[in-house]
């Protein structure tokens, strides 16, 4: 199933899905519909790149929980979600490579400092369709080590593929209590998925969204296709992500909010 959903995931998604109908529409030159297929795409790219449709994409869920402002006097534990690594290039290049959502590591490091006594856990191993190269968790160990947190006091589960294993599997690896309040550190466009399978799973979290996509001023967004076609990718992933979450039970609700702190549900 996670092959196959990534597959499907992946053709879904708005630049391969315009490259797909132009193909069609090329191939199909000689009739109407597949000349009307290309100009559709065509149009379809020129509006990505004229109007700011990546914002509105994004912008709904960036905006979904609430940036936090002042630090909660208690948490029990932090945990953080893999995607700041890049695997596969970190164990070609034996260094550990960050993504563009390094900016979860480095809040991760900073809550970990204010939180001495807090547990910590990073949970993430590999996303990448051929599995058992390398994980994430092997290359962020070797960068938390290089910040100087302390070895022993990060717990690393290094199995989980998608956001709902990282909620399972580091449920089942933690045990968190139902009385325990967690910080949940993810980027702000992924916080409200993330918020829903963590409370499904049996978490009581307390979102702390970072890496923001989107801005207040449309009028200093990037000219380029390819930055407006990454981020409308980004989330159109998240919403699919979402409906396919909801649609199997994996969360109580389509778009996760924002709610009082309660207690977890048995797991």
Excluded at 128 to 141: F, H, L, P, Y
Excluded at 202 to 215: A, K, T
Excluded at 221 to 242: F, K, N, P, Q
Aim: glycine share 10%; net charge neutral.
């Amino acid at each position: 199933m996670f092959l196959i959903g990534k597959m499907l995931t992946m053709a879904m998604l708005p630049t391969a899905f315009l490259v797909e109908a132009i193909l069609i529409g090329l191939i199909f030159h000689r009739r109407r519909s597949g000349r009307f297929l290309t100009g559709a795409a065509a149009l379809g790219l020129a509006i990505c790149l004229v109007f700011p449709v990546d914002q509105w994409a994004v912008r709904p869920l960036d905006d979904r929980f609430p940036q936090v402002k002042t630090f909660p006097d208690h948490v029990d534990g932090i945990i953080v979600l893999g995607g700041s690594i890049d695997d596969v290039t970190s164990e070609d290049r034996q260094t550990p490579v960050t993504g563009a959502a390094g900016d979860r590591l480095t809040a991760f490091a900073t809550l970990a400092r204010h939180y001495p006594d807090a547990k910590l856990v990073f949970t993430g191993g590999s996303g990448d369709i051929v599995q058992g190269v390398t994980n994430e968790a092997k290359w962020v160990r070797v960068l938390f080590d290089g910040l100087g947190l302390p070895p022993d006091r990060v717990i690393y589960e290094s199995r989980s593929r998608t956001t709902r294993e990282n909620a399972t599997d580091s449920f089942d690896l933690v045990h968190p209590g139902p009385d325990e309040t967690w910080i949940l550190v993810t980027s702000a466009s992924h916080m409200p998925r993330s918020v829903g399978v963590f409370r499904r799973a049996g978490w009581n979290v307390l979102p702390w969204p970072v890496g923001y996509l989107s801005r207040d001023r449309l009028s200093g967004y990037s000219l380029s296709l390819g930055a407006r076609m990454a981020v409308l990718d980004w989330a159109a992933h998240e919403w699919i992500g979402m409906a396919a979450y909801r649609a199997r039970g994996w969360t109580d609700t389509l778009f996760p909010g924002p709610m009082p702190l309660r207690h977890a549900q048995d797991h």
